[in-house]
Antibody
Framework: QLQLQESGSGLVKPSQTLSLTCAVS??????????WNWIRQPPGKGLEWIGY???????YYNPSLKSRVTISVDRSKNQFSLKLSSVTAADTAVYYC?????????WGQGTLVTVSS | AIQLTQSPSSLSASVGDRVTITCRAS??????LAWYQQKPGKAPKLLIY???SLKSGVPSRFSGSGSGTDFTLTISSLQPEDFATYYC?????????FGGGTKVEIK
């Protein structure tokens, strides 16, 4: 059974960079046909797709966040990562990682990141 | 980006009721639509993909229909464990987008 687990800093200061990692177990991130995604959900609000990466390293980001987002993959550790720069309070959210085969069939449990000084 | 508009944003229903949630896309997306259920403090759970395909293990009281711009999620007989928020998501084009959600509450 595939499992995804987010980890990283839960508190980030304004203007700094948010960094999260998603560890994948029960399957290989190098399996073809899937992309590996980040999605976020501000408290009490809806879902926003951030971007994806394939095992090859190719990426696609939501244009609304593109200038601040970097997603990378570490195939040796079977994990992928998110960096979001120049954060503000509006970036406070639960961040999820998820596998995508067009729709999101496996999700991590989510991790709350709060942007505050 | 394709916008998805869900209605209603919330509803109150009783156990055993038939519940229908709609999702309208700002442009045609063929059948590239999925439905998710989310309970408080939990990640969304995939229910339906390709507009009408039921994910393995999901109860058959859940069904999806539609194509193009108009889609429906139906719960044929609401059960206590179905009280949650439901989201539609389009995967016809990037950026993938979600509807605003429909909260199903107990009447």
């Amino acid at each position: 059974q595939l499992q995804l687990q987010e980890s990283g800093s839960g508190l980030v200061k304004p203007s700094q960079t948010l960094s999260l990692t998603c560890a994948v177990s029960g399957g290989s991130i190098s399996s073809g046909g899937y992309s590996w995604n980040w999605i976020r959900q501000p408290p009490g609000k809806g879902l926003e797709w951030i971007g994806y990466i394939y095992h090859s390293g190719s990426t696609y980001y939501n244009p609304s966040l593109k200038s601040r987002v970097t997603i990378s993959v570490d195939r040796s550790k079977n994990q992928f990562s998110l960096k979001l720069s120049s954060v503000t309070a509006a970036d406070t959210a639960v961040y999820y990682c998820a596998r995508d085969q067009q729709y999101f069939d496996y999700w991590g449990q989510g991790t709350l990141v709060t942007v505050s000084s | 980006a394709i916008q998805l508009t869900q209605s209603p944003s919330s509803l109150s229903a009783s156990v055993g009721d038939r519940v229908t949630i709609t999702c309208r896309a700002s442009q045609g997306i063929s059948s590239a639509l999925a439905w998710y259920q989310q309970k408080p403090g939990k990640a969304p759970k995939l229910l339906i993909y390709d507009a009408s395909s039921l994910k393995s293990g999901v109860p058959s009281r859940f069904s999806g229909s539609g194509s193009g711009t108009d889609f429906t999620l139906t719960i044929s007989s609401l059960q206590p464990e179905d009280f949650a928020t439901y989201y539609c998501q389009q995967f016809n084009s990037y950026p993938h987008t979600f509807g605003g959600g429909t909260k199903v509450e107990i009447k």
